[in-house]
Every structure is written in structure tokens, then in C-alpha cells.
């Protein structure tokens, strides 16, 4: 009898021997790969978690007692045993989330899936705990050893080490890897508890004879050899790390050995202050096709068929990824200043080919945002140009030091935002659409939006050449689009797509947004109303000729995939009205909230920002031309340009 689908809530694993959640989590590893191999997502670690995960359901009792993942991709095994076992539209609108939801179940807490939060959410609800009567809760942490790279992990066990009156358990999940292997002092550290081979062999051996020991025995034997392991890491380990911020250590442990699991953790729940737990796992577990998979062992896959691993599905158009990424290795042939800076994601960004051709000269900081744009500071007074590729949505984590240690001292920087604007399938901590309102308020910033691969080429290029301001070249998750050339190039970058008939409306198409502004065109030109379609290539600052073509039409209208909040239409408006232009402008673009995992043509279209639904507001609002040239007015000051406000 299957026993995965007898398990509704954690509560029910109490009820099974452990030969049973032996049988229970090869169940859950069989389910997580036929089932993800049909949706795609985050399989590799998900694999590598499951007896940890089982063993955590045993012995804390959810939701009053908070896990937290860090990061949220590693809780798939936990919505399974919460009572979450239809993955069939996972991540996609309707279905799971990728990450923990709590509008999915009062057993998620954290949602934002950002690394290294995670001990300083457990650190202020063990504190609320303690503070509010309720210490027989508590809190566990789950650090995947990748979060250990970043900063605020560190600020929290300089916290969590100076009050020791509260339960918490933080739980190591040590697979060496976080997208690909860990990198840096930490993860130099931790390999060398790994593979001691003192220790090792020491471990196996005593293992075993604590198998055939009695309850007593065993808790005689676990005091012995903790002594041991703690005068085994003065020769191993070069420093015992963690006792020396004052924080009970348990482990290392086996991570798929579950009895072991139980044991430990049930110690760690006693223990009656913070304590770690440092569990061994083996990302993409049971899985020959991830455990070949040298790059990243699957971490996250799209649909791919089960038994092989092979993809499935693809479209066969390149991704702006790779376009990026050789455009990355040619200029790099060209000037030996270029370095590449990458926080943890050296292959997803795209600055793996970099890294081959030139090994020397690719810094990968960790899960450390705020330390790669300030070292890039440093690199760039050095004389050096860095590249510094990271997520959109993880900008954000580094706002500061692009605008302290980049912009104030004028460092010729180059960002490169991957997945910008609308990510889809990962979610509202995932996708990108904060960059362009976020980072316009840098002074002397220089913002570019490739259209298609071409642009993205030669914007990237354009980028680089620039040696005394931070620059950011952005495109988004997925195929690039079609070359979309211009009719023409005007004096200061901007190109024109389109123009046709009357000077009725100006389309500014932001990046990708451009090719469904030649959409609308076509179709507002169908009914008789003159468009013109433009890509500013840089969107800031805004251009000379986009203030002329604007004054020279009766409505603007801008379309971008980042919120439309603060965004480059509000930019836009902005100038226009500094140089006297009076011309209505729309500002399309996404709204200010946080939306919800998706397709992104779902979710473009909730938004509006489909060709169909603009060109309609625009004929359903036009008014005839003015029969003679005559003056016109504005729009008062604070009337919202909607309805016929919108025309001049």
C-alpha cells in the first residue's frame, strides 16, 4: 500500500515505524521526479532534502512550530507532507507555488525566497516567542549551506549567539552546492569537515558499534563522541567555527540517514537554546540523469522526460542568456579590462563561456549582492571594467551600494539584469519589474533595454564603453524575440520602427514591450488613426528626440514591463513637462503589487499590456483631428489623462 497519499498532515508521520518513512521517502523521491519531469522547477535540491525534510515533520510539530527554508525552492517535500499532493499545475496560475505560499497553507511562513533571511526571521520569532510566553515553541531554520555566502547570515548568528534563552534550531543543509558548487571561505570550511578523513573514517566506525549499543549506551557514546569531533576539528577544520560564536553544534550527520535524523534533531529539540545542525546531503538524490549533471545537478529543470532527464518541449530559439553570453566572450577577446562578477550564478547569468575563456578574470562572491557592487567600485578605480550579472529581482538587495560606493564616485560599472520584468512561472519574489523605477533615481545612471539580440549586442557594447557611470543593460527570462530593425536611427540613439499617417499617437515600445507597440500601430492604423512607433535603446535619460517627436503628437503613450509606478512613462511625463511639452502621455506598465506565479503572457495580459486591449482604448477615446491648426490646451494640473483628457 503507497503511503505518500495517506499523509495529510505532518501529524500523520507519527503513526509510521521508520522502516515505513524509509519506504515513505523513496515514495516522495518518485513522485517529485515524475511529476516536476511534467511542469519543470527545482528538482535537484528538492531530491536532496526529502528524509531531512521527513525527519523535521517528526520530530517539530508544524505549524506551531515555524520551519522556514532558505531558500524556498527546497519545500517542495514540505508541501507534500502538509497536505499539498497535486503538483500538476505546479507553478502555473491555479496550482502551486515554487516557493512557500501562505495563502497555500498556514505551514508556510517566509515567502520571499531571497537567500540568507532566513536566520533573522528565525531569530525575531524566537525572540517574539520567548517575550510572549510561548517557549515550549520552536523555531526551525533550514539554511541551504549556499545562504551561508550572504552577509545577513552572519549579522543573525552574531545576533542569535548573544541571548541563548530561546529554542531554536538551525538545520545546515550541506550539499556543497547552492546553484553549482558553493564557493568561497565558508564553503572551503565546510568541505573540509566533509571530507576529513579522520572523521570520516572515525564516524562510520562509530556508527556502527552505536547501532548495537542500548538507549543509555547511545546517549554515553553521543557525549564521547562529541568531545571527539571537537578535538578532531582543532586539526580538521583549522578553527571550531561554531562553538566559537557560542552556538551548540550538532553533526556533521548523514543527511539521508533518517533514524541518525530523528536522533539528532530530537537532541537539537531538548537542547533548550539555539543549536545547529549540520546535515551532509547529496543534491539531485536517486536521480542518475541530476547526479550526472556536473553543471548544477538539476536544480532547476523545464519539462523533461522522466527516465532520460533529457528536455522536452523547447522551442530551439536562443535565449537572451546566451546572446548575452557570447557577446560577453568576444568583447572580452577584444579588452583585457573586462571582469565578470557573478553572486552565485555563475551558468543562470550566463557568464559560464566567460569563465572558460578566460578563468582569471570571473569573480564568483557567493550569495553576496552588496559585497559584488561594491568590490566592482573597487575593481573599476583599479583601472578594471566589471560586468556584474545578476537577477533583476536581486538588484534590489544592492540598491545602496549602487547608488553609495558606484554612482557617487562615478565608477564605470556595467549591470546586467537577467531576467527583467515579468518572470512568470517563479513568482512575486522572483520577478523583475522593480529595476527600472528602482534604479532611475541613480544619478548620472545610463539604462538600456535591448528589443531583440541585435540590440542587445550592441547596447551591451555601448554599455561598456562607458567609463565614469554605473550602466545597466536589461532583457527578460525566456527566447529572444525577432530582430526587429528600424526604419531609422536618429542622431541621439533613439531608433524609429514605424511611422504612418497623421502624427496621432507615439508609441515608446521599453525593450521587449517594443514589438508589441508595432502590433498596436498596425492596428490603430486599421482604423484610421496615425501612429509612430519608437525604441529609445536607452531608456535613461531620456532623449532629446523623444521630448521633439512627443511635442509633435497629440498623445504619448509608453509601454514597459516594469511596475508603472515611478517607471520610464513617469519619467517620460516628467521631462516632457520640464521642456514645455503639454502632449498627454499613458504610462502603461504592471501595477504596484505583488503578482502572483503565472504565465507571462497571463499575467501581461491581466495587466493590459496586450496589443489588443491598448489599440482598443485608444479608438475608444479618439476624437477627431482638429479641423484646422489652432491652439490647444493641456490637461489641468492633477486631472488623470484618461477618456478624452487623454488627446490634446
Not at 520552536?138 to 545577513?152: I, K, P
Not at 557568464?351 to 559585497?371: K, M, N, S, T
Request: overall charge negative; proline content about 6%; charged content about 25%.
Amino acid at each position: 500500500m503507497a503511503l505518500l497519499p495517506t499523509i495529510r498532515s505532518p501529524r500523520d508521520l507519527d503513526a509510521l515505524t521508520t522502516d515505513q518513512l524509509c519506504d515513505l521517502a523513496e515514495e516522495v523521491r518518485a513522485f517529485l521526479i515524475e511529476n516536476v519531469a511534467r511542469t519543470g522547477g527545482h528538482l535537484g535540491p528538492n531530491l536532496g532534502v526529502v528524509e531531512l525534510t521527513i525527519a523535521l515533520h517528526r520530530v517539530f510539530s508544524s505549524p506551531d512550530d515555524p520551519i522556514i527554508f532558505d531558500t524556498g525552492h527546497q519545500s517542495y517535500v514540505h508541501k507534500l507532507l502538509t497536505g499539498r499532493q497535486d503538483f500538476s499545475q505546479l507553478r502555473s496560475r491555479g496550482g502551486l507555488a515554487g516557493y512557500p505560499q501562505r495563502s497555500e497553507s498556514e505551514h508556510d511562513v517566509v515567502e520571499s525566497s531571497h537567500a540568507s533571511s532566513s536566520l533573522s526571521w528565525a531569530d525575531g520569532i524566537s525572540r517574539a516567542f520567548a517575550r510572549t510566553g510561548r517557549r515550549d515553541r520552536h523555531v526551525v531554520a533550514v539554511v541551504g549551506d549556499g545562504s551561508l555566502t550572504g552577509g545577513m547570515t552572519w549579522e543573525a548568528l552574531n545576533n542569535i549567539s548573544d541571548d541563548n534563552d530561546r529554542n531554536l534550531v538551525i538545520v545546515v543543509n550541506d550539499n556543497g552546492r547552492s546553484y553549482a558548487p558553493t564557493i568561497g571561505g565558508m564553503a572551503r570550511y565546510l568541505n573540509r569537515v566533509r571530507t576529513a578523513s579522520s572523521y570520516e573514517t572515525l564516524r562510520k566506525r562509530s556508527d556502527r558499534i552505536s547501532s548495537r549499543l542500548g538507549p543509555a549506551a547511545r546517549a554515553f557514546y553521543r557525549g564521547v563522541r562529541g568531545g571527539t569531533r571537537g578535538f578532531l576539528s582543532r586539526f580538521t577544520n583549522n578553527e571550531a567555527l561554531y562553538s566559537n560564536l557560542d552556538i551548540k553544534y550538532l553533526g556533521p550527520i548523514d543527511g539521508h540517514d533518517l533514524p541518525m535524523l530523528i536522533e539528532t534533531l530530537e537532541l537539537a529539540k531538548e537542547h533548550g537554546a539555539p543549536v545547529i545542525v549540520h546535515a551532509i546531503t547529496e543534491k539531485g538524490r536517486g536521480y542518475e540523469p541530476a547526479l550526472r549533471d556536473v553543471a548544477d545537478q538539476f536544480h532547476a529543470v523545464g519539462k523533461i522526460d522522466p527516465v532520460s532527464g533529457e528536455p522536452v518541449g523547447g522551442s530551439g530559439a536562443s535565449a537572451w542568456t546566451d546572446v548575452f553570453a557570447q557577446e560577453l566572450v568576444e568583447l572580452g577577446s577584444e579588452r583585457e579590462d573586462v571582469i565578470a562578477i557573478t553572486a552565485a550564478m555563475l551558468r543562470p547569468t550566463g557568464l559560464q563561456p566567460f569563465a572558460e575563456r578566460f578563468p582569471q578574470r570571473v569573480y564568483d562572491v557567493g550569495i553576496a549582492e552588496q559585497h559584488a557592487v561594491a568590490s566592482a567600485a573597487g575593481l573599476a578605480f583599479g583601472g578594471l571594467h566589471p560586468v556584474v550579472a545578476v537577477y533583476a529581482t536581486f538588484m534590489n538587495r544592492a540598491f545602496d551600494q549602487v547608488m553609495m560606493d558606484v554612482a557617487l564616485h562615478r565608477a564605470g560599472v556595467t549591470f546586467v539584469l537577467d531576467r527583467a520584468g515579468v518572470t512568470g512561472p517563479d513568482g512575486p519574489s522572483h520577478h523583475g519589474v522593480w529595476d527600472l523605477a528602482m534604479l532611475q533615481l541613480v544619478p548620472n545612471i545610463r539604462i538600456a533595454a535591448p528589443r531583440d539580440a541585435e540590440r542587445l549586442r550592441e547596447e551591451f557594447r555601448e554599455a561598456v564603453a562607458v567609463s565614469d557611470a554605473p550602466t545597466v543593460v536589461r532583457f527578460p527570462k525566456g527566447s529572444v524575440l525577432p530582430d526587429l530593425p528600424a526604419v531609422e536611427r536618429l542622431e541621439d540613439g533613439v531608433d524609429v520602427l514605424a511611422r504612418g499617417g497623421a502624427e496621432d499617437v507615439l508609441l515608446i515600445g521599453i525593450g521587449p514591450m517594443a514589438h508589441i507597440a508595432m502590433d498596436v500601430a498596425t492596428r490603430l492604423r486599421a482604423q484610421g488613426i496615425g501612429a509612430t512607433v519608437i525604441d529609445p535603446r536607452w531608456v535613461i535619460p531620456v532623449q532629446p528626440s523623444v521630448i521633439d517627436l512627443a511635442a509633435a503628437h497629440r498623445l504619448v503613450i509608453t509601454i514597459e514591463d516594469g511596475i508603472r509606478v515611478g517607471g520610464i512613462g513617469t519619467r517620460v511625463r516628467q521631462v516632457l513637462r520640464e521642456a514645455g511639452v503639454d502632449t498627454a502621455v499613458d504610462e502603461l506598465g504592471l501595477p504596484d503589487e505583488f503578482i502572483a506565479h503565472a504565465t507571462r503572457e497571463q499575467i501581461l495580459e491581466d495587466a493590459g499590456l496586450v496589443a489588443s486591449k491598448i489599440a482598443q482604448d485608444v479608438c475608444a477615446n479618439t476624437p477627431p483631428p482638429p479641423a484646422e491648426p489652432g491652439p490647444v490646451s493641456a490637461a489641468p494640473a492633477g486631472v488623470a489623462l484618461t477618456g478624452n483628457n487623454r488627446w490634446r
